[in-house]
């Protein structure tokens, strides 16, 4: 005799799959504000602020920077990243923090901007400008006593950008300091080989107006590479003998200088605490840590701290209804998952961040995302009402910092200061 007869064989199985499919149900990950994100919408309130804002938690800020500070002391220069900080109050509390007027600047107009407003800069370029861009520096050089022949380094990457330069400085009768950007196995770009760096080295020494200030390595590949077979610590090590290959060799050329005197410059955030001074670079840079968006979010970076939100209002709350036409698409997706059952609009979105608070609210994967009115979902436990605050942490602080106008300082429970931002720019 059979051990189940087929009817109750396909009735244990019915049985068996629904609860294997209940087990599989999303579980409800809303929650109301935590304390720290409830006295944020507070302070927020109690400012006045009703549009899409980037808060900074000063505190936090602070936190980070003295992380950073305690790496480099004593061992290493830092230089901020201006793109990624592109604000000039921030970049001067960092500065003050930290110690240095070092910067890495990416673009002309934010070169025009630093150099006017604080020419006490010491600045290297970050990538290497078309020398047109760097022409029209010249041509409209900033009033302020900034001293571009000896605070400014240009970034060459190849022969025929360097004889270019060089002819602009010739034509200037300016002498100009370059840094020569090396690549170190990112391949972004930079001189790969020892040949091309011969030419460079004969360019410069060739040519009395041109100053060779040092070297830039970017090595941003590494941290990305997975930790599979040491191949990670192999591409590690591998960029930092690239590094010192190409400085022993431009120091056993006639432009060798005292290394005091030389940029060395290497790193960003998610590597600068891989060096402590005893390789070839004496600089590393550091920008997005500062703030630590989530892409920053590695296992070099745990003990930094996440001090930028974009806080946005919330506009509606309530049942998450799909558009006219698909309507009980809506009423499926609450029945599958709880966090699909409410639905709030939000001030703006679409932005290059998630939302973090309260938690258990993302976007719709039905209805899209909106740079005006977004939509966000969640199981309606977030208890939010209009004009509370929706918190999405940025995913890079790069170009998203500036999307708000000035930023929102926060600090002891209170939005104390608004700092203007520099103005978008590629
Ligand atoms: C040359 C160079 N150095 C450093 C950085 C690091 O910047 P961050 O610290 O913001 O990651 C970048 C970022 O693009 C870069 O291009």
Redesign the pocket.
């Known amino acids: 005799m059979p051990l189940l007869t087929r009817r109750q064989f396909i009735g244990t199985a019915t049985v068996a799959a629904a609860a294997g499919v209940v087990a599989l149900r999303p579980t409800d990950q809303g929650a109301p504000y935590e304390p720290y994100f409830a006295s944020l919408n507070q302070a927020l309130k109690a400012a006045g602020i009703g549009t899409p804002t980037l808060v900074i938690d000063r505190a936090r800020l602070h936190a980070n920077a003295e992380h950073v500070q305690a790496h480099v002391q004593n061992r290493l220069h830092l230089r901020l990243?201006n793109k990624?900080l592109a604000c000039m109050p921030l970049l001067d509390e960092l500065s003050k923090l930290t110690g240095t007027q070092r910067q890495?600047v990416?673009n002309l107009p934010y070169l025009q901007l630093l150099t006017q407003q604080r020419p006490q800069s010491d600045v290297l370029m970050?990538?290497p400008l078309p020398v047109v861009a760097a022409a029209r520096f010249y041509a409209q050089p900033p009033a302020s006593g900034f001293d571009a022949s000896r605070q400014l380094q240009w970034l060459v990457d190849t022969p025929e950008r360097l004889r270019q330069y060089r002819d602009l400085a010739r034509a200037q009768k300016q002498s100009m300091r370059v840094n020569i950007e090396i690549d170190v196995g990112l391949h972004r770009g930079g001189v790969p080989d020892l040949d091309m760096m011969k030419t460079m080295v004969q360019l410069i020494a060739e040519e009395p107006l041109l100053h060779w200030a040092g070297l830039?390595g970017?090595e941003?590949h590494t941290e990305k590479i997975p930790e599979i077979g040491g191949l990670r610590e192999q591409s590690r090590a591998h960029s930092k003998q690239a590094y010192q290959r190409m400085l022993d060799f431009v120091q056993a050329s006639p432009l060798k200088a005292a290394r005091d005197q030389l940029t060395l410059n290497t790193?960003?955030?998610?590597s600068f605490k891989l060096h402590d001074g005893s390789g070839a670079a004496n600089e590393v840079?550091?920008?997005?840590?500062m703030v630590k968006p989530s892409d920053f979010d590695t296992p070099l970076l745990t003990d930094m701290q996440p001090a930028a939100f974009i806080a946005t209002p919330v506009l509606k709350t309530g049942r998450f209804v799909a558009p006219d036409g698909v309507e009980p698409l809506s009423t499926a997706a609450g029945w599958w998952d709880p966090n699909q059952r409410a639905s709030l609009f939000i001030y703006g979105g679409h932005w290059l961040a998630n939302p973090v608070a309260p938690a258990g609210l993302s976007p719709s994967g039905l209805i899209g995302p909106s740079s005006n009115q977004q939509i966000l979902l969640g199981s309606g436990k977030q208890a939010l009402h209009p004009d509370d605050f929706v918190f999405l942490r940025p995913t890079q602080?790069?170009a998203v910092l500036q999307q708000f106008g000035d930023i929102a300082v926060y600090e002891n429970g209170r939005i104390t200061e608004m700092w203007p931002v520099f103005p978008a720019q590629a």
Do not use: Q, R
């Not at 790193?267 to 998610?270: H, Q, V, Y």
């Not at 840079?285 to 840590?289: H, R, T, W």
């Open positions: 990243v990624s890495m990416f970050g990538k830039m970017y941003a790193a960003g955030s998610p840079s550091v920008g997005s840590a602080s790069e």
